[in-house]
């Protein structure tokens, strides 16, 4: 009976799906990347690990007959509820029969089922996890990737000067403007991984000076995962999640977004390192062993540090380090006297239990240097670690109970005894509408150096707060999603000399009638205490300093080749001491991919006028595979740029991109080594691909 019932959905859902052709396909990929990049707000930022999982299951789908709650998870596109959903349908009534057939799921609607089948399959065939390590050469992929970027323009610092000025001053660099890479990759699945990946900062030297061994850094990596009781093995550099992040997280999380419902973080015990962040990584080796529903994770890592070491004017032999520097760039003389200065040694252990809908684990993390870390005091970070050497013991859980899904974490550091804790659920009434709520409560001397908790400031320090999202499907063309969040501060903070409270709320209603136009409205207010920019005596007030955007933003397929997107945003910022500043940007895109034809096309033209650097705006552009580009717009002017995908002899993809901003009010962009003298400033990317 349930079988022709189910056979019944195939038919009366299948025409709502539709067919997802290849275009489509990198169309999402692409979203993400642009919905993830857009909520850093950075422009310097590094995605590579976060996209491999999804460009992998876009060449080869899931098999969601096959996978498990770990190989969902690595998708990072559904919520535990929906993970518990499909699990259990597949449990109760055997293995789905067809794509099709998720609409059947409770918890699933439309938007998640489209927003997931470009990675997944259904199977009947189970995938053959047993093969030789020669098959698994012969199967797996090999890629090379190599590129060159630059901006043409002359910069200060590129100056040539006398060798005793550049060698007594820290406003010339000692190499050339332009910026190498390469990366060679072997891997098989998500199983094995092989790789090195070198890169070359602008201004660093290359084959010379400092640098006699060419690229300024070298990562590479072995990586092994699909055991029964060897879970997963890294040796080289790599990287480790545990948790929530309050513990112990290596590489980007996520905090709020527009899609309230994934302020839960989804831990991957161990990845390969193939990005190009030379701080926050690990070197050295990791395994995860697991026996039943128990699974034991060790690491260990020695890597050198850019630190800024002192020496104790009464004690000649005595250093100390002052400050950590976390920009990897060595390109002055301070800058080069900073590298590799200081000896980081991490080691940890986290045991994890995991049955059905339910998981908890507890970890312990020691982190030391060679040198006392004895940073200035100030009143804002008196509680900040200062020593060689602390612990931290951290536990958390998660648990599915029907349509509910509870998870936190809490942690303790060794330094002052100090707390840090999370707790968050999320729920869903059915498919149309879901719920998140998340309180932390992080204290003000709560130190790690490797976490990522969900967090209004920087850090996962010296912050209470209670987050609170809704997601509605009012109909099947309209969605709309909202979050409350407010915060305060208990402590003082850097420029904030007092503690402070804060909030902020977004709401973005979507109309999405069909595959072709996607059109959305947001706006964003956020309310921080800052400090007030004229003193009043000897004393600097606070004031409350309040920042709204508004964006309209539309996407429509003109035809399954030919892409328009467009948006309009507009920010304000409004303080008492201050005179009020907006900001306006335009954007429009034009994405042309024929699939008869090698190449891919994509434009952009811009209009931006901002008052300030303060009202300044972050927009995604596209660029080459594995470049992530969210450069800010401010002050008035305009921006264009054109990237063209070209593949050939099937194993070949090239990369050529040329970007300009004009500025309408500027005669000098930037300043001290970075200054350019003009209103121009370009960028060029080539990049060329090579995969067998």
């Given amino acids: 009976?349930?079988?022709?019932?189910?056979?019944?959905?195939?038919?009366?859902?299948?025409?709502?799906?539709?067919?997802?052709?290849?275009?489509?396909?990198?169309?999402?990929?692409?979203?993400?990347?642009?919905f993830i990049s857009e909520q850093l707000e950075s422009?310097?930022?590094?995605?590579?690990?976060?996209?491999?999982?999804?460009?992998?299951?876009?060449?080869?789908?899931?098999?969601?007959?096959?996978?498990?709650?770990?190989?969902?998870?690595?998708?990072?596109?559904?919520?535990?509820?929906?993970i518990s959903d499909l699990l259990l349908h597949i449990k109760l009534f055997g293995k789905l029969i067809t794509i099709y057939e998720l609409q059947s799921l409770e918890y699933w609607d439309l938007q998640t089922i489209q927003l997931v089948l470009p990675f997944v399959r259904v199977d009947d065939r189970l995938d053959n996890l047993h093969i030789s390590f020669k098959e698994a050469i012969e199967q797996g992929n090999f890629e090379w990737f190599t590129r060159y970027q630059r901006v043409p323009e002359q910069k200060s610092g590129y100056q040539t000067v006398s060798d005793s000025l550049l060698q007594n001053s820290n406003s010339y660099?000692?190499?050339?403007?332009?910026?190498?890479?390469?990366?060679?990759?072997?891997?098989?699945?998500?199983?094995?991984?092989?790789?090195?990946?070198?890169?070359?900062?602008?201004?660093?030297?290359?084959?010379?000076?400092?640098q006699p061994n060419g690229f300024d850094f070298y990562s590479a990596h072995a990586y092994f995962k699909g055991g029964k009781y060897i879970k997963a093995v890294a040796l080289g550099d790599y990287q480790v999640q545990i948790g929530q992040a309050l513990n112990f997280w290596s590489g980007y999380a996520f905090g709020k977004t527009a899609d309230v419902t994934n302020i839960k973080k989804t831990a991957n015990p161990i990845r390969p390192y193939t990005s190009v962040d030379e701080s926050r990584f690990m070197r050295g080796a990791a395994i995860d062993l697991g026996l039943g529903p128990l699974s034991l994770l060790a690491f260990g890592s020695?890597?050198?540090?850019?630190?800024?070491?002192?020496?104790?004017?009464?004690?000649?032999?005595?250093?100390?380090?002052?400050?950590?520097?976390l920009s990897g760039l060595h390109r002055?003389?301070?800058?080069?006297?900073?590298?590799?200065?200081?000896?980081?040694?991490?080691?940890g252990a986290n045991l994890r239990f995991r049955q059905r809908n339910f998981q908890m684990g507890v970890a312990g993390v020691y982190q030391g240097y060679d040198k006392d870390f004895n940073k200035t005091i100030a009143p804002y970070n008196q509680f900040d670690f200062r020593g060689k050497e602390f612990f931290s013991l951290s536990a958390d859980y998660s648990y599915v109970l029907k349509n509910f899904n509870f998870f936190g974490e809490a942690s303790r550091s060794s330094y002052n005894g100090t707390w840090a804790h999370l707790h968050g659920v999320l729920f869903s009434l059915d498919s149309r509408a879901s719920f998140s709520l998340l309180y932390r409560d992080y204290d003000r001397g709560y130190q790690t150096f490797y976490n990522s908790g969900f967090s209004e400031g920087s850090n996962t320090q010296n912050e209470n707060g209670l987050y609170a999202?809704?997601?509605?499907?009012?109909?099947?063309?309209?969605?709309?999603?909202?979050?409350?969040?407010?915060?305060?501060?208990?402590?003082?903070?850097?420029?904030?000399?007092?503690?402070?409270?804060?909030?902020?709320?977004?709401?973005?209603?979507?109309?999405?009638?069909?595959?072709?136009?996607?059109?959305?409205?947001?706006?964003?207010?956020?309310?921080?205490?800052k400090n007030a920019r004229e003193?009043?005596?000897?004393?600097?007030?606070?004031?409350?300093?309040?920042?709204?955007?508004?964006?309209?933003?539309?996407?429509?397929?003109?035809?399954?080749?030919?892409?328009?997107?467009?948006?309009?945003?507009?920010?304000?910022?409004?303080?008492?001491?201050?005179?009020?500043?907006?900001?306006?940007?335009?954007?429009?895109?034009?994405?042309?991919?024929p699939k008869s034809l090698p190449f891919d096309l994509s434009?952009?033209?811009?209009?931006?006028?901002?008052?300030?650097?303060?009202?300044?705006?972050?927009?995604?552009?596209?660029n080459a595979l594995y470049v992530f580009a969210v450069p800010s717009y401010y002050y008035q002017g305009s921006r264009a740029y054109v990237l063209v995908r070209y593949t050939f002899l099937k194993h070949f993809d090239l990369w050529v991109r040329y970007g300009n901003f004009i500025y309408n009010n500027r005669s000098v962009i930037s300043s001290g080594a970075e200054q350019i003298n003009g209103n121009r400033k370009s960028d060029i990317t080539i990049q060329l691909r090579v995969k067998f």
């Fill in 603 to 622: 434009l952009r033209y811009a209009l931006f006028d901002t008052d300030s650097y303060d009202t300044r705006i972050y927009t995604y552009e596209n």
């Fill in 535 to 593: 003193q009043v005596g000897l004393v600097t007030p606070i004031e409350d300093v309040v920042q709204r955007n508004y964006r309209l933003n539309l996407s429509y397929a003109i035809s399954e080749f030919f892409t328009i997107k467009s948006r309009i945003e507009y920010v304000t910022i409004d303080r008492p001491s201050s005179t009020h500043e907006d900001g306006l940007i335009i954007t429009q895109d034009i994405l042309f991919k």
């Fill in 1 to 34: 009976m349930f079988r022709s019932f189910r056979y019944l959905l195939i038919l009366l859902f299948a025409s709502a799906i539709g067919k997802v052709n290849a275009q489509e396909k990198s169309d999402i990929v692409q979203q993400r990347i642009e």
């Fill in 332 to 347: 002055t003389n301070t800058e080069i006297e900073r590298k590799d200065a200081l000896t980081e040694k991490i080691a």
């Fill in 43 to 82: 422009e310097d930022i590094d995605l590579t690990n976060v996209i491999e999982a999804l460009n992998y299951y876009y060449e080869h789908p899931m098999n969601l007959n096959g996978a498990t709650v770990d190989d969902l998870e690595e998708l990072n596109l559904l919520t535990d509820v929906q």
């Fill in 302 to 325: 020695v890597k050198k540090v850019d630190a800024s070491v002192l020496s104790d004017s009464l004690y000649d032999d005595l250093e100390f380090v002052s400050s950590i520097n």
């Fill in 173 to 210: 660099y000692y190499g050339n403007a332009d910026h190498y890479y390469s990366r060679f990759r072997y891997s098989y699945r998500t199983n094995l991984s092989f790789g090195i990946t070198a890169d070359k900062d602008p201004g660093e030297q290359f084959f010379n000076g400092t």
């Fill in 469 to 529: 999202g809704l997601k509605l499907k009012l109909s099947p063309v309209w969605t709309i999603s909202s979050y409350a969040d407010i915060f305060t501060f208990p402590w003082m903070k850097y420029q904030v000399d007092a503690p402070t409270s804060g909030n902020e709320f977004l709401i973005q209603p979507s109309y999405k009638p069909n595959k072709q136009l996607e059109i959305y409205a947001r706006f964003r207010q956020q309310l921080r205490q």
